[in-house]
């Protein structure tokens, strides 16, 4: 929701995300229905960070995923928290 006298201007649109700049100085970024409000720097810094796993992606090889046997238990991951979740 918008505060009052609020408005946004697209910054860049693409097929599964959306990043707007309130009138308050708010970046919104949008990827389906998951809404982010970041501060300027942080939007740069998340850029950096998508840029270099694209580049890692593209480096490296996809090898191909290891489905864990029953027997096996979930490995942790570097949150702390099997399969990928967050901790909190």
């Known amino acids: 929701m918008l505060g009052q006298g609020c408005c946004r201007a ?6 599964c995300a959306e990043v707007t700049r309130c009138s308050c100085g708010h970046i ?7 809404t982010l409000r ?3 720097d942080v ?3 998340l850029g950096h960070t998508l840029l270099e796993a694209i580049q890692h992606l593209e480096e ?3 090898s191909p ?4 046997e029953a027997s096996e ?4 991951t570097s949150h702390g928290v099997p399969n ?3 901790k909190q």
Do not use: I, K, S, T
Request: net charge neutral; glycine share 12%; no cysteine.
């Open 28 to 34: 919104h970024l949008a990827v389906g229905p998951v």
């Open 60 to 62: 490296v090889p996809q």
């Open 10 to 15: 697209v910054l860049a649109r693409g097929p």
């Open 43 to 45: 939007l740069r810094a």
């Open 84 to 86: 990928g979740g967050w």
């Open 73 to 76: 238990p979930p490995a942790p």
């Open 65 to 68: 995923r290891h489905e864990p």
């Open 38 to 40: 970041l501060e300027e």
